[in-house]
């Protein structure tokens, strides 16, 4: 994959006029004609609606619907080879899926004559392997996409790119190379990098596997944060007490499939499926 596609296709735009800052450096939807209360539920960011995806013979996923509001944040959980990456990528049409209809944001990502870099610009995608560019410093991969989509001019990207860096606790690394950071330091920048382009929805790939246990929490708590400013995001995670604790909803995948869905309390403590009993047996609290 070529630089340029590899950060074109995760790192997307700004929806700025939808979404004010807050004086704690988080986003809120920007006041509209119909009052949002506490109480009344956010607008859909993501609708799913019987996505399939097949690689040749091999179907990967197999009628999967869901939806999420703005705000919600939504783990996903399941045994390897489930789909859930795959599922992940359809949602940014990093995977075309092979039938089924994907909306976020209110861009229809599968119709055919959706323009994709611009409906792209509302994800953010993190990887569980950072990706970042080894040639650039951590301040320079957060402003690569907003200068090279013309959507930011250098001073001002720079000047978010320090916010964020600072926004995850790492104002002192601004000028380091990717080798001379921690996993858990690279994943934070990765996880900055994405939130350059002020995406409404962000999608994390099990953004912790890859690194060692010390490393886990100073970015699980990132996420965190992010999940308080109110982002909508779904998450592939194999951390269940993570997911217990950040999760509205938790989406158990198997063989291409959604078995089961709810609260964590649901599925964590009363699943209904024996598949999903069995294995949380093997997962939880690891
Ligand atoms: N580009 C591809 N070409 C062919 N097969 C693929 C491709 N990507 C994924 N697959 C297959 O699709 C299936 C689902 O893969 P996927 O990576 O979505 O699973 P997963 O649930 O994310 O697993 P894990 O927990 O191990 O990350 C697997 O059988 C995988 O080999
Ligand atoms: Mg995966």
Redesign the pocket.
């Known amino acids: 994959m070529s630089k340029r596609s590899l950060i074109m296709a995760p790192e997307t735009g700004t929806r700025i006029n939808k979404r004010v800052q807050t004086n704690d450096g988080g986003t809120v939807r920007a006041p509209t004609d119909a009052p949002v209360t506490e109480n009344s539920p956010g607008r859909k960011k993501v609708i799913v609606r019987d996505l399939y995806k097949s ?1 040749g013979t ?1 179907d ?1 996923l197999k009628g999967i619907s869901m939806e999420a509001h703005e705000g919600d944040v939504i783990c996903i959980v ?10 992940l990528r359809c949602l940014n049409m990093l995977e075309k899926p092979t039938s089924g209809t994907v909306i976020v944001d209110g861009h229809e990502m599968t119709d055919k004559h959706v323009n994709l870099n611009k409906a792209r610009r509302s994800i953010g995608m993190v990887f569980q392997q950072f990706n970042l560019f080894p040639h650039l410093t951590a301040k320079k991969n957060i402003m690569f996409a907003p200068v090279d989509l013309g959507v930011m001019h250098k001073r001002e990207a720079e000047a978010k790119a320090l916010e964020l860096l600072d926004r995850v606790g790492l104002s002192d690394k601004a000028d380091s190379h990717p080798w001379q950071l921690s996993g858990g330091q690279q994943q934070r920048v990765a996880i900055a990098r994405s939130l350059a382009m002020n995406p409404d929805v962000m999608l994390f790939d ?1 953004p912790t596997s890859a690194l060692d246990p010390e490393m886990i929490g100073e970015v699980l708590n990132v996420i965190k944060e992010l999940a308080s400013t109110g982002m909508t995001m779904i998450i ?1 995670t194999h951390e269940m007490n993570f997911a217990r604790e950040i999760a509205k909803t938790v989406i158990f ?1 198997e063989d291409g499939k959604i078995l089961e869905q709810g609260s964590p309390a649901d599925v964590f403590q009363n699943p209904k499926e024996e598949r999903t009993r069995k294995f949380l047996s093997l997962i939880v609290d690891k």
């Open positions: 690689f091999l990967v399941g045994p390897s080879g489930s789909g859930k990456s795959t599922f099990e592939v995948m």
